[in-house]
């Protein structure tokens, strides 16, 4: 596609709840990258993707949170049993390698009730 | 832990001022990336710099990369109220940052007319 489409763009839900966010990265760019925001804060960095395989998931915050990619394209992150402090925006963003600038796409709102 | 500090945290410049931000390594970064949030937006990139001492300019906007390469500023001349948002620097650090990108905390720059 034109740009790193996210989805849902926002998303309430009750603690304990699990939810499913996903990315899909711009057509061919072979980095995936997860990071969280919270309000009025940095980029808090996750998980990256290297076409499927994801070398490096230093950034997740808990057992909790798992991610997937699958055909070297669209993304999942899942993140179980949600608790409130895990209430942020996620953002994904992809590039082709290191080299060049992230393209970040507009974001999931996380908010837990 | 490996940390990348802009000063300052928040700055209000009338319009027509100039604005610098500045941004710190602890640790050798192989290259510096700078990006742009608008209010309630996502991060846009603006440019990369590779080469201690490096300097380059957009418009109004000069980016310099320390020689050192632990450190980097921007300076917007005469700003604009287009120019509101916060402003990230990024880079990839040298030993044992990984693949991604760690980023600054941030400047947000308000501009008053």
């Known amino acids: 596609g034109a740009g790193v489409s996210q989805s849902p763009s926002n998303k309430v839900t009750e603690k304990g709840k699990d939810v499913e966010l996903r990315c899909d990265p711009i057509?061919?760019?072979?980095?995936l990258y997860w990071y969280r925001q919270s309000l009025g804060q940095g980029l808090e960095f996750l998980i990256y993707f290297q076409g499927n395989s994801a070398p490096d998931k230093s950034g997740l915050p808990s057992d909790r949170f798992s991610a997937e990619r699958t055909g070297g394209s669209v993304s999942t992150l899942t993140i179980q049993r949600t608790q409130q402090e895990d209430s942020a925006v996620y953002l994904c963003?992809?590039?082709?390698?290191?080299?060049?600038?992230?393209?970040f796409g507009s974001g999931t709102r996380l908010t837990v009730v | 832990g490996q940390q990348v500090m802009q000063i300052p945290q928040y700055q209000h410049v009338q319009e027509g001022e100039d604005f610098t931000t500045y941004c710190n390594s602890s640790t050798t970064l192989s290259n510096i990336q700078w990006y742009k949030q608008r209010p309630g937006g996502h991060p846009v990139f603006l440019i990369q710099?590779?080469?201690?001492?490096e300097v380059k300019k957009q418009k109004r906007l000069t980016f310099q990369f320390g020689e050192a390469k632990k450190n980097s500023s921007l300076h917007i001349t005469a700003t604009q109220t287009t120019d509101v948002g916060t402003y990230f620097c990024a880079g990839f650090i040298l030993t044992g940052g990984g693949n991604k990108l760690t980023f600054g905390t941030g400047t947000q720059l308000k501009v008053e007319l």
């Open positions: 057509s061919g760019h072979t980095a």
């Open positions: 710099l590779v080469k201690s001492g």
């Open positions: 963003a992809s590039s082709t390698d290191r080299n060049y600038g992230y393209t």
